[in-house]
């Protein structure tokens, strides 16, 4: 096989050298050896100029080309850009499939994988493109790219609102002057589209995803880090909530991502010498991140289970650099697997007292060490107001594990005061999110966290002295969840059952007896946050004054400094003719009616009602 650097001298070659009429693959095959001045497999020559006879002439640019040198473009793009991609240059080495078998095979007769390593006469190879296959993505436009302005806008949105938590895009892969992944640069355009500031009017984060989509299965990649990376930055795209079944969903791409991990052995410990040891370590560890947000967020299973992996816990070694967004992502592997273990107790119904106290002292020693060092590195970044939206991302997590933990134990009892003060610095956190407009940089999984919080605040309404600070949080959670809704629809279920469930709470009436208030034990987990950020903090009779230190928020503007002082927090319920008070935001959209007695129309998986003892 020619290596990764002959293919990319050989691509390029201006494209108007090769693209000439009647172009076939003994011209290509010539003009490969004239390039580079060195042997090239024929039969390597012909794997890759596989083009149809066809000679319909098509218009590129201002040269007038045959079919056959037009598909040949295609393919060559599409198929030679595999190993140049993953590789940078460097000679491209095949995946292995990761066999386990000995470990409990054997026994007193030796069994070694390599035994039935096949011969070059059996050796599998991806089958290519088929000609119909090639027609059919040129007819879907895959192989299409937006304009350059176009292009430059979405790397940058997806380079900084999307790598951070994926970080396997190698800068490089996208670089122009080489050779690019098809497959990966629609999967990064998805990506970026679904993050993006801008209308696009090129086209739709649906068309970017259906274009991925057919090159990722009928393309015919090479190369299975690339199909992997692509697979696991196809959630971006999550068109539907958990109550459909789909196989477009956040779900449905990890579950393929982390088949084929496992089929190359990314779920064992690379050799410390091997070439691409902190790639593989890092999309290693980004398929766990996801794996364990899109558990949480849906109710679900794990794909993947750490029992059967060795992959040591990723480290700073693992990325080119040492800088905040390494040290951004490490923290986010961490508190996301505290989330995703956290859920899954609940779930197995295994959270007994020992585990909550495990739970609970892991996510107290990574707020007390891992935050303060982020924190203090926030402001010397370039860009310390992104560094900021991202902290805040992970404290939303941390706060999310706290209201699970100390959710109520049975349905109508007085809930715990750590969770309705957690839940509160959620609602400040997004009330900040909708002030500054940053709602639009949050992946799907920020429209599970609102109703999360929004049912453990549904309980402070039931207390006099709550009521009224717990109905301005809760508009804010509705208000975040449609907005949120315009990008993700997942984020229309969660809206309707609170909408729902706001009503079945007031039925009940207020509870009896004064509101829960935190034990020492309980207030550690919030020392150090600004709690100016919880509104509830002061009605539940605990310091008024912000406490200072590095793990807080920045204090910024909320909605409670830009009111009128004078204004009294009006109820969600006000009276007939006159309009809740929403605080200087658009009205709430009350146009989607709740959904009947169907709960799985919610938006999200209520098996278990893990999560709805409120």
Known sequence: MSSACEVRLCYARPLQQLQKVGCGVQTIYEEAQEVHQQPIARAECVNLCSVESDTAELLT??????????????EFFERVSWAAVANNGEPFIKEESYRGRSEYLGGSVPFDENMVKPGRETTYTNPKASATDLQMLRDQGAFELPPISVQTELMASFDTHCAPWTPVVDPKWLDESAPRSMLLLQAVFLAGSRVSKAH??????????????????????????????????????????????????????????GAMAFQIGLHKEPLPNSRDRGLRRRLWWSLVVRDNIISVGVGRPRTINLRDSDVLPPSLNDFPTNNFKSQLFLAYCTISKLLGDTVESHLRQEISRQRRVDLENAVYRWAKQVIPRLRSSVAAQDDAAICNLEVQQLLVMYFVVLTILHRSPTPG??????????????????????????LRYLGPVFAFYPLCAGLSLLSSCRYTHLQGTAEHELTVMKLSLQKLSERWLSAVGPLRALNKLTEKVRELGPFEGPSPTLDPDATSFF??????????????????????????????????DIQDPNDALRSLDAPPGQQADTYDFASLDVSLDPFSNNWEGAGFDWSGSWLLNV
Not at 61 to 71: E, L, M, P, Q
């Open 413 to 438: 009892s007085v809930p715990p005061a750590a969770s309705l003060v957690a839940s509160s610095f959620i609602a400040g956190i997004y009330e900040e999110f909708l002030l500054r407009d940053e």
């Open 61 to 74: 640019g201002s040269s007038r080309v045959s079919r056959a040198a037009s598909d040949f473009t295609a």
């Open 527 to 560: 020392e150090g946050f600004d709690t100016k950020l919880c509104k509830q903090w002061q009605a539940i009779g605990h310091s008024s004054e912000p406490t200072s230190g590095t793990t807080g928020i920045a204090s910024t503007c909320t909605m409670a």
């Open 200 to 257: 696009l009017d090129y086209g739709s984060s649906e068309v970017f995803y259906r274009r991925a989509k057919l090159l990722f299965f009928f393309g015919g990649c090479d190369d299975p880090l690339i199909s992997i990376v692509a697979a696991c930055l196809l959630h971006w795209y999550n068109p539907v909530g958990p109550e459909d079944v789909s196989t477009d969903t956040s779900g449905f791409w990890i579950r393929t991502a």
